[in-house]
T-cell receptor
Framework: AQSVAQPEDQVNVAEGNPLTVKCTYSVSGNPYLFWYVQYPNRGLQFLLKYITGDNLVKGSYGFEAEFNKSQTSFHLKKPSALVSDSALYFC????????????FGKGTRLHILP | EAGVAQSPRYKIIEKRQSVAFWCNPI?????LYWYQQILGQGPKLLIQFQNNGVVDDSQLPKDRFSAERLKGVDSTLKIQPAKLEDSAVYLC??????????????FGPGTRLTVL
């Protein structure tokens, strides 16, 4: 069965510093991987996805994520954090080789400190 | 392009009452999803439609939850009777493409349900 883990409930980063939000996954085959962001009182918004090809994926708002097959990870990164990046971030996975549902992690709350 | 619309935004009911949520997906999106998001957790898929057919309802509590997507456009999700543990945000999402597509999902603002 496929699964996704976000080991940190909350991440605090000072404005201007680099940020990383961690995600690890488990699928029987090859994964499609996604990051979504949720701002207060709003639905989830798509940030970026990994399908195939280059392991470094660039997305919206300056975010990027690196697919690491050996470590089964897909960490979200940004070189310089903004206060406006403060939100709830969800990693999600779908097994590429199965007609299976997408599974979301429990979320990581990112606080950017001014 | 208009986004995914949901109504109502908030609903408060007493246990054992019934409630219905409505979703209008992005025009042309064949796939529609209903998720339940309990506080502190990630969204959990309740049901997935491809056009007007159900393709996955394995996590839908069918004794009390029902959903339909008549004509393959709008969808309604109903709970009857509601329980305290149904308190959550109900998210509707839509996407373009086939069942196993890697296309991203577009989410509505959600309906926050409180069951007293």
């Amino acid at each position: 069965a496929q699964s996704v883990a976000q080991p940190e409930d909350q991440v605090n980063v000072a404005e201007g510093n680099p940020l990383t939000v961690k995600c690890t996954y488990s699928v029987s085959g090859n994964p499609y991987l996604f990051w979504y962001v949720q701002y207060p009182n709003r639905g989830l918004q798509f940030l970026l996805k990994y399908i195939t090809g280059d392991n470094l994926v660039k997305g919206s708002y300056g975010f990027e994520a690196e697919f690491n097959k050996s470590q089964t990870s897909f960490h979200l990164k940004k070189p310089s954090a903004l206060v406006s990046d403060s939100a709830l971030y969800f990693c999600a996975v779908r097994d590429k080789n199965r007609d299976d549902k997408i599974i979301f992690g429990k979320g990581t709350r990112l606080h950017i400190l001014p | 392009e208009a986004g995914v619309a949901q109504s109502p935004r908030y609903k408060i009911i007493e246990k054992r009452q019934s409630v219905a949520f409505w979703c209008n997906p992005i025009s042309g999106h064949a796939t529609l999803y209903w998720y339940q998001q309990i506080l502190g957790q990630g969204p959990k898929l309740l049901i997935q439609f491809q056009n007007n057919g159900v393709v996955d309802d394995s996590q839908l509590p069918k004794d009390r939850f029902s959903a339909e997507r008549l004509k393959g456009v709008d969808s309604t999700l109903k709970i009857q009777p509601a329980k305290l543990e149904d308190s959550a945000v109900y998210l509707c999402a839509s996407s373009n493409g086939a069942l196993s597509s890697y296309n991203e999902q577009f989410f509505g603002p959600g309906t926050r349900l409180t069951v007293l």
